[in-house]
C-alpha cells in the first residue's frame, strides 16, 4: 500500500506538524507498571491491528500477523501525536509468547527517522497488554493497549482429587472354644434368672463352637458355628478358650 494511503487510513488526524526529535530526547525515567496478576489464561493473540498508547501521548499502530496472532509485521508500523504531529513509519520484529510480549520497531521514514525502540510487558489480568518502551536515544515509556488481547488456549480446570479411600475397619478374629469335662446341653435363651430358656440340643466334649460376645469361665456363654444345634444358642460353663 502506498504510504500516503497508509497514512491516511491509519492516521487521518495527523496533521502537517513536525514532530523532529519527538522520540530522540530522553523523557523523564518512568517507573515501570505495577506487575499484572496471574492471568487466567495461558495463551493470548493480538487484535487485528495492535494500538497502544505511550504516558507521552504517542499513538502507535503495528501491524500482527499469525495464525493465531502472535507475530508482528509484516508491513509498516507508525506512531505520532493524533492531531498534532505527522506519522513516522517503520519495520517491526518480535511478537507475544504465552502472555509476554516483547518487539522491536526501527522507525525509518518520518520525523523520527533513525530512532528504534523496543516494547516489553505482558497481558494483565483484565486482558490488556501494557509495559514499557526505550529507544536508541535511552529515552523510557509506559504504554497500554488500547483494546484486549484475545484468549486463544485456558488450561484445563485442575480437578481435585478424590480423597483417598479409607482403610476397612480390621477384621475382628474369631474366637473359639472348646467343649470340655462333659457334655454340655445348648439353650435357645439364657436360662436365667426366669428359667425361660430351652433346651434345643447338645454338644459333644472336644467339640469346637465360636464365642459370640464376651463370655467368662463357669457363666452363659453365647455360641455359634456348624456343631451348635440351630447354629447359635448358649451353653453354661463346660467351656475351654
Known sequence: MPIKSRRRTLFAAATAMGVAGLLAGPAPAQAGPTPALAPPCAEYEFPSILQINQDNGITVQV?????????VGPGKAMYAIIGKTVATFGTV??????NRIDFTANWDQGPGAGLTNTYTG????????????????NATNTWRSSEKMSCVYKPPQQQQNPPPPQNPPPKQEKRTATVT????????AKNEPDGAGQVIGILRVDQQVELVGDCAPESWCQVAGANVPGGNGWVWGHLKF
Request: glycine fraction near 20%.
Open 93 to 98: 520484529y518480535g511478537g507475544m509468547k504465552g
Open 181 to 188: 469335662g462333659e457334655d454340655v446341653d445348648v439353650y435357645d
Open 63 to 71: 501491524p500482527v500477523s499469525g495464525s493465531p496472532r502472535h507475530s
Open 122 to 137: 505482558q497481558v494483565g489480568a483484565d486482558g490488556f497488554a501494557s509495559g514499557t518502551t526505550r529507544n536508541n536515544a
